[in-house]
């Protein structure tokens, strides 16, 4: 069985930095890209960043593009996401996925879900 | 900001055919496949659709998807009351070279 489980989330303030993980298992870590997704209380959902997996990529949505640091240790089937300079516009329930499909072909998804971890960017 | 659109809420009787619209352009659903996600009140996410009309194991097949030029669309026929959630489409767009969701639609089973 595929889980994700996120972890990391807290109450910081703005200007503050934060770091979040995601435990993978149940699947081969290592051969599959995996991404951020965040929901803003209320809102729609918005992609964060994507990490490649065989093939050593980063990608960042420009809402984060130079404050947000994605990274993976495939050692301990384990994503993070360094977040710094957070705004109160971050504030969300941060959902680590494992990307499927083939991005060549233009068939890109989020198979997994993980639970998700509230960050909250407050003074 | 979405680039895809969706009808804010849609809604039937159990038993109805409810759809769900996703409008697009070029750079996104024309050139890529769209994927659907189906989100339960307080749960995370969960892949409903992919690759325009292929479920995931486990997915009822009264769930369907389509794509035609710059649209897609979910159906779902013979609706339950477990369908009650929100659903979101989602694609990679080529100009922006990014994924993006769309604006999401509440289903409600009158």
């Known amino acids: 069985e595929v889980q994700l489980l996120e972890s990391g989330g807290g109450l910081v303030q703005p200007g503050g930095s934060l770091r979040l993980s995601c435990a993978a298992s149940g699947f081969t870590f290592n051969i599959y890209a995996m991404s951020w997704v965040r929901q803003a209380p209320g809102k729609g959902l918005e992609w964060v960043s994507t990490?490649?997996?065989?093939?050593?990529?980063?990608l960042y949505a420009d809402s984060v593009k130079g404050r947000f640091t994605i990274s993976r240790d495939n050692s301990k089937n384990t994503l993070y996401l360094q977040m710094s300079s957070l705004r109160a516009e971050d504030t969300a329930v941060y959902y680590c996925?494992?990307?499927?499909?083939?991005?060549?072909?233009?068939?890109?998804?989020?198979?997994?879900w993980g639970q998700g971890t509230l960050v909250t960017v407050s003074s | 900001q979405s680039v895809l659109t969706q009808p804010p809420s849609a809604s039937g009787t159990p038993g109805q055919r409810v759809t769900i619209s996703c409008s697009g352009s070029s750079s996104n659903i024309r050139s890529n496949a769209v994927n659907w996600y189906q989100q339960l009140p307080g749960t995370a996410p969960k892949l409903l659709i992919y690759?325009?009309?292929q479920r995931p194991s486990g997915v009822p097949d009264r769930f369907s998807g389509s794509k035609s030029g710059t649209s897609a669309s979910l159906a779902i026929s013979g609706l339950q009351s477990e369908d009650e959630a929100d659903y979101y489409c989602a694609s990679w767009d080529d100009s922006l070279h990014s994924h993006i969701f769309g604006t999401g639609t509440k289903v409600t089973v009158l």
């Open positions: 690759t325009n009309n």
């Open positions: 990490i490649g997996g065989i093939d050593p990529f980063t």
């Open positions: 996925t494992n990307r499927a499909g083939v991005a060549a072909a233009g068939t890109r998804y989020f198979e997994h």
